[in-house]
T-cell receptor, first 112, second 113 residues
């Protein structure tokens, strides 16, 4: 079983739609959780951190369920510019010296 | 504040050759990690360097090796290249202490033919 599993998609949604991505992780010792965004042939960029209390950044809402080892990302009012691959990422520590463990990513295409 | 820079951006090598990829970390960051991203996959951790020592390694063979220099820049060396080594190689810098924050370079795309 992979450490971080995501539905690879693609998710093809119209502009303005709401779309949700899910991710599960296998290491119960994981401490920090993130969503990264990766545009085609570019490097991953941090979209947002994920907390148990849930957190929101504009149209993006992330949620963590430690008991189920499940992470989600909700995008409301999708824009064409949201088209990208979304990578679910976990790590075993809250400091910067433990490796990031990436899922394969979920591809989103927002269509006009 | 400068970000993470990697060189070269693209590279084509022949199977069996050796390659060196370079990374300059973000100003103030003392830790460098290397990741391999094959097509259609998420990045996979290769190894990490802190204070010029390797302090973590993923599931990669010994022909993948690295260095970190006193200015925190780093090199990734791959010997005896195989076709499956074709990938995007990403360097990320971070601070060991303090808040989480990895900054990725734009990567080196290696093609082995």
């Amino acid at each position: 079983r992979k450490e971080v599993e995501q539905d690879p998609g693609p998710f093809n949604v119209p502009e303005g739609a709401t779309v949700a991505f899910n991710c599960t992780y296998s290491n119960s010792a994981s401490q920090s959780f993130f969503w990264y965004r990766q545009d085609c042939r570019k490097e991953p960029k941090l979209l947002m951190s994920v907390y148990s209390s849930g957190n929101e950044d504009g149209r993006f809402t992330a949620q963590l369920n430690r008991a189920s080892q499940y992470i989600s990302l909700l995008i409301r009012d999708s824009k064409l510019s949201d088209s990208a691959t979304y990578l679910c990422v976990v790590t075993a520590s809250s400091s910067g010296n433990t490796p990031l463990v990436f899922g394969k990513g979920t591809r989103l295409s927002v269509i006009a | 504040e400068t970000g993470v820079t990697q060189s070269p951006t693209h590279l084509i090598k022949t199977r069996g050759q050796q390659v060196t990829l370079r990374c300059s970390s973000q100003s103030g960051h003392n830790t460098v990690s290397w990741y391999q991203q094959a097509l259609g996959q998420g990045p996979q951790f290769i190894f990490q360097y802190y204070r010029e020592e390797e302090n973590g390694r993923g599931n990669f063979p010994p022909r993948f090796s690295g260095l970190q220099f006193p200015n925190y820049s780093s090199e990734l060396n791959v010997n005896a290249l195989e076709l499956d080594d074709s990938a995007l190689y990403l360097c990320a810098s971070s601070l060991v202490q303090g808040a989480m924050g990895y900054t990725f370079g734009s990567g080196t795309r290696l093609t082995v033919v």
